[in-house]
């Protein structure tokens, strides 16, 4: 919803621009990465802290067939890198302006704030 001005609860990001990023497969990660313990993108990046974890939140997922909430958390830096990745994806088949990088529409401002704020 952009028509509500004055309406900025903006402490965390918005959860719209979080379900814009990639994440990886659930059966590919390791037992810290699904804990998030661990970066979902890169297992290497551990271990997060309260202070460093960014929360990507809830997810749907399935695991041995059975659906399960997962809570996938990520470092700062791989939260910045998937939000440009995301971005750039977005552009690519925006019709509102994203490509030429005037503004955009409302997905593209939301991942450039994203980006932003998660500025390693
Ligand atoms: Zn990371
Ligand atoms: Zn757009």
Redesign the pocket.
Known sequence: MSTQPGARPQTRPPVDALAHLELPRLDALTEQQVRGIA?V??MR?QPLTAATAIDLGVRPASRAGAPVSWYPR??R??VHENAYAALLRHAEQCGDGCREDAGGCDTGRTLRHLMREHRP
Request: charged content about 10%; overall charge positive; proline content about 0%.
């Open positions: 970066c993108w890169n990046h990520a470092c830096r791989c």
